[in-house]
């Protein structure tokens, strides 16, 4: 399993561009989630999915778009890229267990920097 | 969601045991307690989780009281790999997209 995977790894863009953080997992996992993190800071949550077709904001959804058409994508849309929305983007995926947490698996990680 | 509260930053030195705590005061009845590491220019890693008293696997022991409203993340004879930052998360299975990651204790080890 190649787990979970996000290209690219480093992307610059420009005050105003659109674009697309790919997301991946092949591990068929019903949760995953997107999370922003600034330097010196915690993981911020973006948004999150429950499963396929089912998608609901975190705490700093503004700015962001997702979808989720199926189990084993979910693509994280910048509408009109912000200098603020400079950061490190981490997608995560989780197998929901009943009552019991599940441990989320982390992707690698995409480097945005907007100018 | 509880919230959780740990110390910014920790210093120890290579072989010493390391206990970072967290506190959770408002912990529910079907949260679980985990921690997850981090290496810089990397995601989360999973390290532990627990519902009540002692958990221990290969890389660490997770130490929560009767009262929950607390635990206690212990690293046994740390070496300098260990050097990271680490969070405490508290949720249960219904929320387990919906996680609030702290801004974790960032953790130095010395030689």
């Known amino acids: 399993n190649a787990g979970v995977t996000q290209t690219p790894k480093f992307q610059v863009l420009k005050t105003g561009q659109s674009m697309t953080l790919q997301c991946a997992q092949d591990?068929?996992?019903?949760?995953m989630s997107w999370y922003r993190q600034d330097p010196g800071m915690g993981l911020r949550l973006i948004h999150y999915?429950?499963?396929?077709?089912?998608?609901d904001q975190g705490e700093v959804p503004n700015g962001y778009n997702v979808s989720r058409s199926t189990t084993e994508d979910f693509p994280l849309r910048l509408l009109s890229a912000a200098p603020s929305q400079t950061s490190v983007y981490f997608c995560?995926?989780?197998?929901?267990?009943?009552?019991?947490?599940?441990?989320?698996?982390f992707g690698p990680g995409t480097r945005l920097t907007v100018l | 969601l509880a919230k959780t509260t740990q110390p910014i930053s920790m210093d120890s030195y290579e072989g010493q045991e390391v206990n970072i705590t967290c506190s959770h005061n408002?912990?529910?009845?079907?949260?679980?307690i985990t921690w997850y590491q981090q290496f810089p220019s990397q995601g989360p890693r999973f390290i532990i989780q627990g519902y009540k008293t002692k958990v221990t696997n290969e890389v660490a022991s997770l130490f929560i009281p009767a009262d929950r409203k607390s635990s206690t993340l212990s690293l046994p004879r740390v070496s300098l790999s260990d050097t990271a930052v680490y969070y405490c998360?508290?949720?249960?299975?219904?929320?387990?997209?919906?996680?609030?990651f702290g801004k974790g204790t960032k953790l130095s080890v010395k030689p």
């Open positions: 591990m068929n996992h019903e949760y």
């Open positions: 999915s429950v499963g396929a077709g089912i998608t």
């Open positions: 995560a995926s989780s197998y929901p267990t009943s009552g019991r947490y599940n441990e989320q698996f």
């Open positions: 408002n912990i529910a009845t079907n949260d679980y």
């Open positions: 998360l508290v949720g249960d299975g219904g929320s387990q997209g919906n996680l609030i």
